[in-house]
């Protein structure tokens, strides 16, 4: 009991703190904003200097728009270099499995699906590695992996569709700012401003917006490109990589006995002995 009191009595200090901070803070920025905007010259005439804050903040989006440019180009030229057939399911690679299925040699497989960073041997070392447990564990394991290679590929573009869609915020928000800055000279000038300090709060705000939509416009453009060429690419990559888990599908009823399940099941690296097509088939009839 006298632990709650203790902190409430606290947290009441604490609230005091901060309202007294937030309170400072409001008087020194209202402070700023009141300063002398506009200074008479010797003909009578106003002249509207731009408030030092509202300037701040115009310069603090300009540089926020500039950075989301930046990191949208390198986002786009990372999915350029990383989101191809090339990385994602090479030929070379490909071959290379099918040339150690057909020769037999499940240990070298395994070897090469462990170490290789290709989507096909990712997925198809999760199949493989689960043999001991059956085909259906062996195709779980391999959707499990080829979900999560997609997945994958997907968060790599993502900020793309983030940037996107804050560009035209932050462009609006310079817009807000332009035209508070534009009828701020018209208040500071008494109704008399002039169309040189007016032009330039309407110069800001259309710049801004000019300039979050040149963001977001291509982000979003090369997002839906991106994410259009993933979803291709990454269903043909686990379609493949079914198709080499099928040729390498053991006896379900004695899985474990095979040497890929056997070799499974004690940690080892060899992987069972595929069953023929045609005699499955037969079997089956």
């Keep these: ?62 540089v926020v728009l500039v ?8 986002l786009i030229i990372d999915a350029i270099i990383h989101i191809k057939e090339s990385r994602i399911a090479p030929v070379e690679t490909i071959e290379h499995i099918r040339t150690l299925i057909n020769a037999r040699q499940f240990k070298d497989l395994m070897d090469f699906t ?61 817009t807000v700012l332009g035209m508070i800055m534009a009828f701020m000279a018209l208040h500071y000038t008494g109704g008399n401003a002039k169309v040189n300090d007016l032009s330039a709060g ?29 979803d291709k690419m990454a269903m043909r990559a686990t379609l493949l990589s079914e198709e080499l888990l099928e040729s390498l599908r053991p006896q379900d009823s004695k899985s474990a006995a095979t040497p890929m399940g056997a070799a499974a099941a004690s940690g080892g690296t060899a992987v069972a002995r595929p069953v023929p097509r045609r005699a499955e088939a037969a079997k089956e009839s």
């Excluded at 937030?22 to 010797?42: F, T, Y």
Aim: one cysteine or more; a positive charge; aromatic letters at 8%.
């Design 114 to 174: 462990a170490t290789d960073e290709c989507f096909v041997s990712k997925a198809l070392f999760a199949g493989v590695r689960r043999a001991h447990l059956g085909y259906s564990a062996m195709r779980e394991g391999l959707d499990t992996a080829a979900a999560e290679q997609s997945s994958n590929l997907f968060r790599r573009i993502e900020m793309l569709n983030v940037i996107g869609n804050i560009g035209p915020l932050i462009g609006l928000l310079g």
């Design 67 to 74: 950075c989301a440019s930046l990191a949208s180009i390198a």
């Design 1 to 62: 009991m006298v632990g709650s009191f203790r902190f409430a009595g606290a947290f009441r200090k604490s609230s005091v703190r901060m309202g007294a901070s937030a309170a400072a803070a409001m008087l020194v920025l209202g402070g700023l904003a009141s300063s002398a905007s506009a200074q008479s010259v010797g003909s009578g005439t106003t002249v509207y200097h731009p408030n030092p804050i509202l300037m701040g903040l115009d310069y603090t989006v300009i």
């Design 202 to 230: 309407i110069a800001t705000a259309l710049w801004h917006t000019f300039g979050g939509l040149a963001v977001a416009i291509p982000s979003l453009i090369a997002f839906g490109f991106f994410r259009t060429k993933i």
